[in-house]
């Protein structure tokens, strides 16, 4: 079973169980957001919510203090990118041009 997270704010972690792919993890993140669009009613207000994604995977070895700093490296480039939307990190994020880049 994935073991959902918050791990403050409006910030949510899911650490999946066993082994998962790059693309398992994209569908899944895409039907997660898929799911979150859905238009809520607020007595007359229609309210449409919004969510971004960053996927870090990796193989044996990372530490989940890493993996969350490197989802939290993808989630900085979707914002930039102009949010709602999945990113899976990769290492060229990481750097000087990366989440240090302001």
């Not at 039907?31 to 979150?36: D, F, K, N, P, S």
């Not at 229609?46 to 890493?66: C, F, N, Y």
């Not at 490197?70 to 000087?96: L, Q, T, W």
């Amino acid at each position: 079973m994935d073991t959902p997270a918050r791990r403050g704010g409006d910030e949510i972690a899911l650490l999946p169980e066993g082994n998962v792919s790059a693309k398992a993890l994209t569908l899944l993140a895409e039907r997660l957001l898929e799911a979150i669009r859905a238009p809520l009613k607020l007595n007359r207000v229609q309210l449409i919510p919004g969510a971004s994604v960053g996927i870090a995977l990796r193989g044996g070895g990372a530490t989940t203090e890493e993996l969350l700093r490197e989802a939290d490296v993808a989630i900085y480039h979707v914002k930039r990118a102009g949010k709602r939307n999945v990113v899976m990190f990769r290492s060229e994020m990481d750097g000087p041009f990366g989440l240090d880049a302001g």
